[in-house]
């Protein structure tokens, strides 16, 4: 087994909220990361999207680029338009480097919307997974085919988001696509993440690790507030300081014998939790469950 520890830069500046760290350099984000001892980083707003650029300023930093969110919209779009639109972001992770493409479909998701409580999460009617799915497969086969592996992102606020979301997600795509594991998102969504390690194996292609406070989610589901003003009210945070079970997550990854990157990704606002400490913290939590589990 070989597995290593990336973080992502949201917690010092947020993409979907750029008044979150809007106004934090790069360069300082980046000299954080390596001196926490970080292997890799993945892809934040603030990044060039260009290889000749981006590659001397993480060489620089001893980093990484594991790879980046993209936003895809399979329900709106065919198979071949998908893979036609996202050639330039496949071309930054090839000449990168990266090993690891992260899709979330977003053409109805309302996790960037503050206006919209995550109680109108949208959903898919039976009938609708078989084309999603077959269209879901079409692109994770055609990103295998080029050398790197498809990890389909769950999240609140999006078509998979629960239990029932993601088994029927399982059932009706091909095992080109494989999951990132998101534990906050699973245990917000009602999932248990050692459970689907321990169901689904194969389908284990990356990990992003976070740690969840369930009264803050209790109260953020009560109020009807949307996924936005949950981040802000700290629904989530690193492992370490919230409720998940670390030691039984890094064991059930043990037990299938993951190899890959594990990554702290933790949405706060960076005024009331500083990075650099809330990052230290889930690093040195997920490096000590990892090694008491036989993970390395």
């Known amino acids: 087994m070989s597995i290593r520890f990336g973080v992502s830069p949201i917690a010092w500046a947020n993409d979907d909220m750029p008044e979150l760290g809007g106004d934090t350099p790069l360069e300082s984000i ?38 980046g969110w993209y936003s895809g919209s399979l329900l709106a779009q065919s198979a071949k338009a998908e893979i036609a639109a996202l050639q330039p972001h496949l071309a930054l992770l090839k000449a990168m480097g990266s090993t690891v493409f992260v899709f979330a479909e977003t053409s109805n998701a309302i996790h960037g919307r503050r206006d919209t409580s995550l109680a109108h999460s949208p959903r898919l009617a039976p009938d609708e997974w078989t084309r999603f799915g077959q269209r879901m497969t079409e692109v994770a086969d055609y990103i295998q085919g080029q050398g790197i592996r498809f990890a389909y992102h769950h ?68 109020s009807g507030s949307s ?36 990554v702290i990704e933790a949405e706060q606002d960076p ?26």
Request: proline fraction near 5%; aromatic fraction near 6%; charged fraction near 20%.
């Open 271 to 296: 005024a009331l939790a500083d990075p650099r400490t809330y990052a230290e913290l889930g690093l040195n939590t997920l490096r000590r469950c990892a090694a008491d589990a036989g993970l390395h």
């Open 227 to 262: 996924f936005l003003d949950g981040v802000l009210a700290g629904m989530f945070t690193v492992p370490g300081d919230g409720e998940l079970d670390y030691p039984a997550i890094m064991a059930a990854l043990a037990k299938i014998h993951y190899s890959g990157w594990i």
């Open 155 to 222: 999240h609140l606020g999006t078509v998979v988001e629960r239990p029932q979301d993601l088994e029927a997600f399982i059932a009706h795509t091909g095992a080109a696509v494989g999951l990132t594991l998101d534990t906050g998102h699973a245990a917000l969504g009602g999932i248990d993440p050692a459970e689907v390690i321990a169901a689904h194996p194969e389908r284990i292609a990356h990990v992003h690790c976070k740690d969840v406070r369930q009264d803050v989610f209790a109260r953020v589901r009560e």
């Open 30 to 67: 980046l000299t954080d990361i390596q001196q926490l001892g970080f292997a890799g980083v993945e892809l934040g707003g603030k990044f060039p999207r260009d290889a000749a650029t981006l590659k001397p300023l993480l060489a620089q930093h001893h980093l990484d680029l594991i790879g």
